[in-house]
């Protein structure tokens, strides 16, 4: 799997240069092998924990770690399929991800063993944020209702539904949601039903919607991708990094 992970690096080469360079990290929860990816260019630098879409630790989470990493903060790619498992397949991606949705303490708990190894990676844990795109930012979101003690949770294009039995209550961080009204797998009918639940439960929240940006609008390189939104959303995400995490 590190020389995948290193290919993906490579692959990358005609991609704007970082100042910092990152590593594959192997570890282990409840006995199954995970493989993320971890970079920071200093000690004790601010945590994002990054979660990836339904495709796994690619070599897009990858970019998106060198870019935070050249703004000074610290970035686990967290691994919630297992180590080699990067599925390709639509059909695949889906079963893997609707696992996970069938078993949401595992999920919450695969991300917690994330957050756990990057304290051992000495990283600031104290002071951590999480962001997740697609899936993942479905992934943020469940963790932010379970009372996680992150100083924050971003969601890009995100699974936005509360699901049946759950609350924002627990939630202690700040809440950024981004996402594109055009979104036809997460419709503007699921942002409006978040932002009266996050309303109901007086959670600070910020929620905003990028008008023609389909699902997935941060993609490089995709047929969804619109270079406005994914600028003008990760402009905001790295203001509200800067607002909510000590540097």
């Known amino acids: 799997m590190k020389k995948i992970i290193t290919f993906l690096i490579i692959c ?36 994002v924990l990054l979660i990836h879409d339904w495709d796994g630790v690619t070599g897009y989470e990858i970019r998106r770690a060198r870019m935070l990493a050249d703004l000074g903060y610290a970035v686990f790619a967290a691994d919630l399929f297992g180590a080699g498992v990067r599925p390709t397949r639509t059909e695949d991606k889906r079963r893997l991800t609707k696992e996970l949705y069938k078993d949401r303490a595992k999920m919450r708990a695969l991300m917690k063993g994330a957050l756990a190894q990057a304290e051992k990676l000495g990283a600031h844990t104290g002071n951590a944020v999480a962001a997740g795109y697609c899936f993942g930012g479905a992934g943020v979101l469940e963790w932010a209702r379970s009372g996680e003690s992150l100083k924050g949770f971003v969601a890009f294009h995100g699974g936005l539904k509360t699901p049946e039995g759950q609350d924002y209550s ?78």
């Not at 990358?12 to 970082?18: H, K, R, T």
């Not at 699902?215 to 905001?236: N, P």
Request: charged share 25%; net charge negative.
């Open 170 to 247: 627990k939630t202690r961080g700040r809440v950024l949601i981004l996402h594109g009204t055009a979104d036809k797998a997460v419709p503007m009918d699921q942002f409006a039903g978040l932002a009266r639940d996050l309303e109901s439960a007086g959670v600070d929240h910020e929620m905003i919607a990028y008008g023609g940006a389909r699902h997935a609008f941060t993609v490089f390189g995709s047929d969804r991708y619109q270079a406005v939104a994914d600028k003008k959303s990760w402009e905001r995400f790295t203001a509200f990094l800067n607002e909510v995490l000590d540097k």
């Open 12 to 47: 990358l080469a005609s991609a704007p240069v970082f100042a910092f360079d990152g590593r594959a990290v192997e570890y282990r929860i409840d006995g199954r092998s995970y493989e993320g990816y971890y970079i920071s260019p200093s000690d004790q630098a601010p945590l």
